[in-house]
């Protein structure tokens, strides 16, 4: 592990477990990295002084948020949703902190910034929270959903420099709240939009009701290394857009990016977050010199996330070992000079011809390959169910069922139980319920990469 600080640059540490021994002729490596970041966020931090009337000083990172409210005709389907939508979103503006760049954008089969409007961010104030929330009660439903155009929007806003003395906010993020399924562009249009907004800003998804689409809420969240998850009930908004909105304040650091560095002859097979939700990165490396690589990790407060590297390394004898990739947390110059590094670690491979020491799983690597695939057969049992293949729909199920209960998932496995009657955990015997609310089965599905840490 290595620690390197900075000023206005909360600290960062990196822990690698792994079992680094392989047998004679083992090539196959494997790590938990555990990156933690602490004095950012609410220790004290660019974004301080919340409520002040107070802007952020020399020297500190200036932050942006947009709110996407769908004010698509269904939202007037009843029309409270509509009415908690408002209240949702001037919640979201009230836990804003002084300094803060905003702007809130109606989302329809066009994007339309209705406050401060003309393309550009108010800084929040008590004064320009009450002008907002006045600007919400003009917030009607009516006409389609074409969420690329909200992204669009959102993205020219958040990367302007005029609420943000000149330059681009550091910290810049979106919250989009959608009821229905994105029926009035191609679905090239959005996964347009959203590879065009990639690294520029980072979104929270957020469906209210049932009759949105769980993979396109996900897929944007993921895609823009933000949250997603359900709102069944519209009475919930406005506590769930209030907590958002404090998780985002309390981003202090954005844009960094795991590199990974491997010797000649190692193959990377797969970076993926694991904690707190499951994220595939591998195919998000960009270039960063020689047999370097850098994954995005978007922004950091205070909190603690773990990675599960993979890597083949090439064959070697008894009693010889070799460093297999070395894991730094970077961050890019704004000016374009040399990155910073944050942090780094080692992933090691010792070659021995100990069986014990060569077989020996690390604990770590294996709870998270447990809680990869928990994921994985939750999506495929599910998508199985609905397609009326039920017996595939039961197995994958019960094996997720299994996986939750071995590894203490307790809330995935309660989301199980609504969809499957459990018979036995263990063994990961269960029957399909015949009658499942859609709210449920949404609920599981959006939560379903979600995941837990080894237990203690």
């Not at 990196?14 to 933690?36: F, K, S």
């Not at 320009?128 to 959102?154: D, F, N, P, V």
């Not at 989301?415 to 263990?426: C, P, R, S, T, Y």
Request: charged share 20%; hydrophobic share 40%.
């Amino acid at each position: 592990m290595a620690n390197f600080s900075k000023s206005n640059v909360p600290q960062f540490s990196v822990d690698v477990y792994q079992n680094e021994y392989l047998p004679e002729g083992g090539r196959e490596v494997n790590a938990i990295v555990t990156v933690t970041s602490t004095g950012g966020g609410t220790s004290g931090s660019a974004l301080a002084g919340a409520n002040t009337g107070s802007v952020p000083g020399p020297g500190q990172a200036p932050a942006a948020v947009v709110i996407m409210v769908d004010c698509s005709g269904s939202m007037d389907y009843p029309p409270t949703k509509m009415r908690n939508a408002r209240e949702a979103t001037a919640a979201a503006i009230d836990a804003l902190r002084d300094g803060t760049a905003f702007s809130v954008v109606a989302g329809t089969h066009v994007a339309k910034d209705i406050y401060p409007g003309n393309g550009r961010l108010a800084v929040a104030s008590r004064a320009t929270r009450a002008q907002a929330r006045e600007a919400l009660r003009k917030l009607s439903a009516g006409g389609g959903t074409a969420i690329g155009t909200w992204l669009r929007l959102a993205d020219r806003l958040l990367n302007t420099p005029d609420a943000a003395g000149g330059a681009v906010p550091q910290i810049r993020h979106g919250i989009l709240l959608t009821d229905g399924r994105n029926e009035h562009e191609a679905p090239e249009d959005l996964r347009a939009a959203l590879d065009a907004a990639a690294g520029r800003f980072t979104c929270d998804a957020r469906g209210v009701g049932t009759d949105w689409e769980v993979k396109e809420v996900t897929g944007i969240a993921s895609a823009l290394l933000g949250t997603a998850d359900i709102v069944a009930d519209p009475s919930g908004l406005s506590a769930d857009f209030t907590r958002m909105m404090e998780d985002a304040m309390g981003k202090e650091i954005a844009d960094v990016a795991l590199r990974l560095w491997t010797p000649v002859g190692v193959e990377i097979k797969f970076v993926k977050q694991v904690a707190p939700s499951v994220e595939q990165l591998t195919g998000r490396r960009t270039e960063a010199g020689p047999r370097a690589g850098d994954y995005p990790t978007g922004s950091w407060g205070d909190e603690s996330r773990d990675y599960h590297v993979c890597v083949q390394v090439p064959e070697a004898g008894i009693g010889q070992e070799m460093l297999a990739a070395r894991v730094s947390l970077v961050l890019p110059d704004p000016a374009g000079g040399m990155p910073q590094t944050l942090s780094q670690g080692l992933v090691r491979a010792v070659w021995t011809d100990d069986m014990t020491a060569s077989t020996s799983i690390n604990p770590q690597v294996a709870h998270y390959t447990g809680q990869a695939e928990l994921a994985q057969v939750i999506q495929q049992g599910l998508d199985a169910r609905k397609s009326g293949n039920l017996d595939g729909a039961t197995a994958k199920l019960g094996r997720a069922v299994q996986l939750a209960a071995a590894s203490g998932n307790a809330d995935t496995a309660k989301l199980l139980a609504k969809v499957v009657d459990v018979v036995d955990e263990a063994t990961g015997t269960v029957r399909l319920k015949a009658k499942v609310a859609e709210a449920d089965e949404m609920t599981l599905e959006t939560r379903s990469t979600k995941t837990v840490r080894v237990k203690k």
